[in-house]
């Protein structure tokens, strides 16, 4: 098997002749070399071809080779595209191993080097991996997957179609989008999962921030409500503002059962309480926080309940600076303050430097107050200016007029692009904003770099299978539909042939961080292998999972074989119920059946975590089928509040050994022990 040389330049393309791939001519002429990639459209995204160069990514550099044995046999090529800073890795299996394909995972800020887990995933799948270090859109992805298929056939001495298949989630489902909106015989399919929309960022998260304002002290109560066993009315026991506020967000799609896990739903672990992007906002919209607080239909000047409890909370005051600690550099470290706010902002304050008229802005500062100290720590990256022109007499402006105002930014915001029900809320019956619009929509902006110009329209040119997880209150379940409506808008008859929207409930965006969720990396490698199958074989997937969307929520029916798609279906009870109240020392019953979609697959494993802790313990039920019935007897020995819980593991082929495409759900249910 032939190696290109360290250092082989060529152009990225590759051309298919009756089925064939071949190097281009370096010298060809003018009139045979391929044409550049560009837009369909004035001003559109760059169209990129299976046979065009992108005028950027077109020089692709083999740096180094080199035989690896872990995580499994693997010859490893890495380069970089000249001009570029962008670099990619390839790694092939063995021959008797590769079966014409490849798997490529993007994401923005990942780098070239693919895990072990992916590259042994890969081989297990007869695919060879790509991998690049991410960027925003699809172009350096799209000329590495294009150069690959050029490496794969010399390395492989094969002259036969090369297949390929992009995925990623979160910000690479982005990416993915626009790939496949984008591109047309570069990949043959595609797996975007945990999908956002173009309204996502920063909404979905100012939204959330929004509830945890509002919410943040009912919280727990909320999720008494909404977990296995609870009373089910996530509503009880909340005043008016606040009901309205549980209404308002979770009809923008935020899971009403995510609450359970209420502090990551509301980012109380989170360090910037989910205002991460409240930068981006400042420059793009830098109007915004004056309008809030003087304009009418914003929560800074409504005469509400609502409205009072965000100009209660407002801290807007000038600090005297009395005094100026520097270090031996005489550079300023902290500032002795003449006061401080008497009820310290739970938001991110906003500290700005005046002169001592307070009116001539000196410039925003960077820092931590101490408000009983009365002392301000300056922190890292303040502009010079601004340090230099610290001096006693000074004033510190400390407000959180923005941290409050872009609680709301959702409400002003809504989507001009059709479809998106979720904002329906916030119209009057004749379709205008109950609140006033800002000038720009800021999640198209911030969507449209990482996606590389993506219409979100849903004009696909591949094979795809879409997974999104019930659960997610990052990028909300809904949007995964949204999008699937605009394909079908898009396609038409032919949407069934083209793709899948495959939902995992007791999923979220991150993993099995918590007892209450699952790993859903089995299920996207069986999309994997499914999309491939498809587009190889014309081997159709599984259906899409049926579901409905009410009120902003995505709720799936109960069966496995109503709600279809892949993932396995979990009935747990104990004592025949949700909930059972017991004495410490009495033994219960747990009961369980599971079941498979009809055609995807067979139950291959049980694990049972009876104190809700997380440790899980594997209990045999026997040979692997389609529908399992289990009973355990448990005895618990404490007093408290437990949520046991059961996870069943589905596999296609019905290998309990393999630890790929394992499909996971749970049941849960409470156990109070008195």
């Given at each position: ?9 060529a152009?990225v393309?590759?051309?298919?002749v009756?089925g064939?791939?071949?190097m281009?001519?370096m010298?060809?002429?003018a009139?045979t070399?391929?044409?550049?990639c ?7 995204a760059l ?8 005028p ?6 083999i740096?180094?080779?080199i035989?690896?044995?872990?995580p499994?046999p693997i010859?490893k ?5 000249e001009?570029t ?5 390839f ?6 191993k590769?079966k014409?394909?490849?798997f490529?995972?993007?994401y923005?800020l990942?780098d070239?080097?693919?895990t072990e ?10 695919a ?5 270090n991410g ?7 799209a000329?590495?997957a ?8 010399d390395?492989?001495?094969?002259s036969?179609?090369?297949?390929g298949?992009?995925?990623g989630?979160?910000g690479g ?14 990949w ?20 959330r921030?929004?509830?945890?304002f509002?919410?943040?002290d ?6 008494d409500q909404?977990s296995?066993g ?5 509503y ?15 009809k923008?799609?935020v899971?009403?059962r ?6 990551y739903a ?6 910037d309480g989910?205002?991460?992007?409240a930068?981006a906002v ?11 607080w003087?304009?009418p ?13 965000f100009q209660?909370?407002?801290?807007d005051q000038?600090?005297a ?6 270090n031996a550099?005489n550079?300023p470290?902290?500032l ?6 008497a009820?310290p902002?739970k938001?991110p304050?906003?500290f700005?430097l005046y002169a ?5 802005k ?5 820092g931590?107050l101490d408000?009983?100290?009365k ?18 007499g000074?004033k ?13 930014y959702?409400?002003h915001?809504?989507p ?11 119209k ?7 609140y006033?619009q800002r000038?720009l929509e800021?999640?198209?902006l911030?969507t449209?770099?990482v996606?590389?110009g ?10 795809v299978?879409?997974v999104a997880?019930?659960?997610?209150a990052?990028?909300y ?9 605009q394909v079908?808008?898009s396609l ?6 083209h793709?899948?929207?495959w ?8 993993g ?6 699952i790993?859903y ?6 999309a ?10 014309g081997?159709?997937?599984a259906?899409s999972?049926?579901y409905q969307?009410?009120?902003g ?7 496995a ?7 396995p279906?979990?009935?747990l ?15 219960v019953t ?30 045999s039920f026997?040979a ?10 448990y ?7 437990y949520f046991?819980?059961?996870?069943a593991t589905s596999?296609?082929?019905g290998?309990a ?6 499909v ?7 156990v109070v022990v008195?």
């Amino acid at each position: 098997m032939k190696k290109f040389k360290k250092g082989f330049v060529a152009a990225v393309v590759a051309t298919t002749v009756l089925g064939s791939l071949s190097m281009p001519n370096m010298g060809a002429s003018a009139e045979t070399a391929p044409q550049a990639c560009g837009p369909l459209e004035t001003g559109g995204a760059l169209w990129v071809t299976a046979q065009c160069l992108d005028p950027q990514y077109n020089r692709p550099v083999i740096d180094s080779q080199i035989d690896l044995t872990v995580p499994v046999p693997i010859h490893k090529v890495s380069g970089h595209f000249e001009g570029t800073d962008k670099k990619f890795n390839f790694y092939f299996p063995a021959k008797s191993k590769w079966k014409g394909r490849f798997f490529q995972l993007v994401y923005p800020l990942q780098d070239e080097n693919a895990t072990e887990d992916t590259i042994s995933f890969g081989a297990d799948s007869g695919a060879y991996t790509v991998q690049t270090n991410g960027g925003s859109g699809y172009r350096a992805d799209a000329a590495a997957a294009k150069f690959s298929k050029i490496v794969a056939a010399d390395y492989y001495g094969s002259s036969k179609r090369i297949y390929g298949y992009v995925y990623g989630g979160s910000g690479g489902s982005y990416m993915t989008i626009g790939a496949i909106e984008n591109t047309s015989g570069v990949w043959d399919g595609a797996v975007p999962f945990i999908p956002g929309a173009p309204t996502s960022i920063p909404n979905n998260f100012f939204a959330r921030a929004f509830a945890r304002f509002v919410l943040g002290d009912k919280a727990s109560q909320i999720a008494d409500q909404v977990s296995p066993g609870g009373g089910g009315n996530a509503y009880a026991g909340l005043n008016e503002a606040e009901r309205a506020v549980l209404d308002e967000v979770t009809k923008l799609g935020v899971p009403l059962r995510a609450l359970e896990d209420y502090p990551y739903a509301l980012g109380l672990t989170f360090d910037d309480g989910l205002l991460g992007f409240a930068s981006a906002v400042k420059g793009i919209d830098p109007t915004y926080v004056d309008d809030f607080w003087s304009k009418p239909g914003y929560l800074g000047t409504e005469q509400s309940a609502l409205g009072k409890l965000f100009q209660d909370a407002k801290i807007d005051q000038y600090a005297a600076v009395a005094g100026v600690s520097r270090n031996a550099q005489n550079e300023p470290i902290s500032l002795t303050l003449g006061s401080a706010p008497a009820n310290p902002s739970k938001l991110p304050l906003d500290f700005t430097l005046y002169a001592a008229d307070g009116t001539t802005k000196l410039g925003a500062l960077s820092g931590t107050l101490d408000p009983a100290a009365k002392l301000f720590a300056l922190g890292s990256g303040n502009a010079s200016d601004a340090l230099n022109a610290i001096h006693a007499g000074a004033k510190l402006r400390i407000d959180n007029r923005w941290s409050l105002a872009l609680l709301s930014y959702h409400r002003h915001q809504i989507p001009k692009q059709t479809g998106f029900y979720a904002w329906d809320p916030f119209k009057a019956a004749d379709g205008s904003p109950l609140y006033p619009q800002r000038p720009l929509e800021i999640g198209p902006l911030i969507t449209g770099s990482v996606t590389g110009g993506a219409k979100f329209d849903g004009m696909i040119h591949t094979k795809v299978i879409m997974v999104a997880n019930v659960l997610d209150a990052d990028a909300y379940p809904w949007q995964a539909d949204w999008y699937s409506k605009q394909v079908k808008n898009s396609l038409g008859k032919s949407y069934d042939n083209h793709f899948r929207l495959w939902y995992n409930d007791n999923a979220d965006h991150i993993g099995p961080r918590t007892a209450r969720l699952i790993d859903y990396n089995g299920i996207l490698q069986q999309a994997l292998r499914d999309v491939s199958a498809w587009a190889e074989k014309g081997v159709a997937p599984a259906g899409s999972t049926r579901y409905q969307v009410t009120n902003g929520q995505v709720l799936l029916p109960a069966g496995a074989a109503v709600r279809q798609g892949i993932q396995p279906v979990v009935d747990l009870t104990v004592g025949g119920a949700a909930r059972i109240d017991i004495a410490a020392g009495k033994s219960v019953t747990f009961k369980a059946k599971i079941q498979v979609p009809p055609g995807s697959g067979k139950i291959v494993r049980t694990d049972w975590d009876f104190l809700g802790d997380g440790r899980f313990s594997a209990k045999s039920f026997g040979a692997p089928k389609p529908t399992v019935e289990v009973s355990v007897t448990y005895t618990f020995t404490k007093p408290g509040t437990y949520f046991p819980a059961l996870r069943a593991t589905s596999q296609r082929e019905g290998n309990a050994s393999t630890p790929f495409a394992n499909v996971q759900n749970l049941g849960r249910v409470r156990v109070v022990v008195h």
